[in-house]
């Protein structure tokens, strides 16, 4: 009992002001895509998670951030229990308060949009305690329900497989071993067919990068990671990594086989080559060869942060008692002090501006929390200087500009985004909104029918294209509205 109490009082000292936050970038899409809530989604655990916040507590924040700062408390409960089966229980109590306070966890814990990340794995840490208790089978029920959390736990089977090699070799492990792979494989494909799906899904067959582009610079991401393991300050929320030419990026993916190489010399004799390569194996589904915009991202290393966990706990446990708390202390602080940023989308986005001053993504959010629509502008006006050619800075221009009542410089502003992106749905729909509202209707309706023509499902401009009493074109079956925009659309 002491044990559990000081690792919840370790982490509501690093997190207990998550509840205090409020909602940023994806999470705003839970209220307007529907699929995100439906138990029809890719991630159906975690969608239902969702509906019941919104049921119980309506669309509050605080409730919503609770819950993941709940399941993360249970996580670091789980894992001391999952790790009391296979070290000794005081590293096993040191690798879970690592886990409870890590500044990595900012991320998941602060970002309600992660919480298929926070549930996942605390339903793979039950999957790794049945294990370890012997109940193979059962441990293939809670990865199943790991991965209609998300499917970012693929791996997890391969890290039973290390287990079986380094542990007991029981051929018996294999089946359930073998079926959970099975498991992995079908939720990869599912994944890949839903990303075919969903346009703007930013991951799979509709990510900018290409699966090559996206597997050479994941040797720089995972050197970021391991850095900010031993160095935990410079987190954000939009990552930066640098442009690197080609032999960089060998270079990188070299350095990490040579770690993983060292790791093997280790193993299994040295426990610390095994939670090495386990928590690379866990890294690898979101760092290898599935495209996703985003190159890095913090929220990523939730899951291989049980393994990670133990490593630092290995290492801890050489240490003087008294300079290992002042440790964890500070790791607690500086998680603290993330909680803080996430806690308003202005300090998110500034700081996300601060760490990566060549990205626009985190001028535009910054510009999005702004108090007013002119202090929006003066940002957007710096984005523009930095990435002339980004036509979103101007589509976001043209937004402030109709905020303001000035139709005229938002027709300019989305001319000169759609001189840049000809086809982009959005931006022709909101130079329908300016032209209606200069007066030119006809323009205005020849602008929201186009975007219709592109992209069949924008609600924005059926919705316009109604309000100027023209007939709507029947929305295609694979089009989803919340229940609120179809009565909007129903009137």
């Not at 007991?168 to 089946?175: F, I, P, V």
């Not at 501006?353 to 993504?361: L, S």
Request: net charge positive; with cysteine.
């Amino acid at each position: 009992m002491r044990d559990s109490l000081l690792l919840i009082a370790a982490a509501l000292l690093a997190f207990g002001l998550a509840p205090a936050g409020s909602f940023h970038f994806d999470d705003y899409a839970l209220f307007t895509d529907p699929h995100l809530t439906s138990l029809a989604s890719t991630r159906p655990l975690s969608s239902v998670t969702f509906r019941l916040n919104e049921a119980i507590g309506g669309r509050n924040p605080a409730g919503y951030l609770a819950v993941n700062l709940l399941l993360h408390l249970a996580a670091v409960l789980l894992l001391r229990s999952a790790l009391s089966r296979i070290l000794p229980p005081p590293v096993a109590l040191l690798a879970a308060l690592v886990f409870a306070v890590h500044p990595f966890q900012a991320e998941p814990v602060n970002y309600v949009f992660a919480r298929g990340t926070l549930l996942a794995t605390l339903l793979c840490i039950g999957a790794i305690r049945s294990w370890l208790s012997g109940a193979h089978w059962a441990a293939c029920v809670w990865f199943a329900a790991a991965l209609l959390a998300k499917e970012e736990c693929v791996a997890l089977p391969l890290f039973f497989l290390l287990l079986h090699v380094s542990i007991s070799r029981n051929r018996k492990e294999l089946y359930p071993i073998g079926t959970m792979l099975v498991l992995s494989v079908a939720a990869g494909l599912r994944v890949l067919w839903a990303s075919s799906q969903v346009t703007g899904a930013g991951a799979g067959f509709t990510a900018v990068v290409s699966p090559g582009e996206y597997l050479s610079m994941q040797g720089v991401a995972i050197l970021r990671y391991l850095w900010l393991i031993a160095i935990p300050w410079g987190f954000t929320v939009d990552i930066q990594l640098p442009a690197a030419p080609m032999w960089i990026r060998g270079a990188a993916w070299v350095a990490v086989a040579g770690l993983l190489a060292l790791a093997m010399r280790w193993f299994p004799r040295a426990r610390a080559g095994f939670w090495f390569i386990g928590a690379i194996v866990l890294l690898l589904p979101s760092s290898s060869i599935f495209p996703a915009d985003d190159l890095a991202a913090d929220r990523r290393m939730y899951l291989p942060m049980v393994a990670f966990s133990v490593l630092i706990a290995l290492g801890l446990a050489r240490l003087d008692r008294r300079l290992a708390a002042v440790l964890l202390l500070t790791l607690a602080s500086i998680s603290a002090r993330y909680s803080y940023v996430w806690g308003s989308e202005q300090r998110l986005w500034a700081e996300a501006m601060h760490r990566a001053p060549g990205k626009v993504r985190p001028r535009i959010q910054l510009a999005r929390a702004a108090g007013s629509a002119r202090e929006a502008l003066a940002i957007l006006n710096d984005a523009e200087r930095i990435a002339p050619a980004d036509y979103t800075i101007a589509s976001e221009q043209g937004r402030m500009y109709l905020a303001l009542g000035q139709p005229a410089e938002a027709l300019s502003a989305y001319g000169r985004a759609l001189s840049i992106a000809p086809g982009d749905a959005m931006a022709i729909g909101n130079r329908g909104v300016a032209l209606a509202l200069l007066g030119q209707t006809d323009a205005a309706r020849q602008d929201f029918s186009k975007a219709l023509e592109i992209n069949p499902c924008l609600y924005d401009a059926r919705l316009n294209l109604k309000r100027l009493g023209s007939p709507l074109p029947a929305a295609p079956a694979h089009c989803r509205y919340t229940a609120e925009q179809r009565r909007n659309l129903d009137r």
